[in-house]
């Protein structure tokens, strides 16, 4: 078996839309911390500019602000680590683990992680 084949009968069973959504998930993450924290730099100077008179309320101000900074970082990195997370799920469900354990079986994870998403497994029930 050759170096192209390999990577062929790989790529077939690449959960490809779990790849997709992942990138699109850190992409909007970046988005939305670079944003974020580009807002709350504006602010910042906003305030410096028109409320730098009262030392106190500037101080208290500008506390608020790098509160939110952290809180957006802290936001930020929670939805990085579900993307991940979601991306092993991906490959966890995916036709080629199925491929190699064989029809219409997954490993452990993958069937956790699958009922715990779906709701459980939903057979016919006694007649």
Not at 27 to 53: N, P, R
Not at 56 to 66: A, K, R
Not at 84 to 98: D, I, M, Q, S
């Amino acid at each position: 078996m050759g170096l192209l084949e390999c990577c062929a009968r790989c790529l077939v069973g690449a959960p490809f839309a779990s790849l997709v959504a992942t990138g699109l998930c850190f992409f909007g993450v970046a988005l939305f911390c670079g944003c974020g924290h580009e807002a709350l730099t504006g602010t910042e100077k906003l305030i410096e500019t028109y409320f730098s008179k009262n030392y106190q309320d500037y101080e208290y101000l500008i506390n608020v602000i790098h509160a939110f900074q952290y809180v957006i970082y802290g936001t930020a990195s929670f939805f990085f680590l579900y993307g991940a997370l979601l991306l092993a799920e991906g490959f966890y469900t995916t036709g080629a683990v199925r491929q190699i354990f064989g029809d219409y079986k997954t490993t452990i994870c993958g069937k956790g992680l699958s009922a715990t998403v779906t709701g459980g497994q939903k057979g016919r029930g006694s007649r």
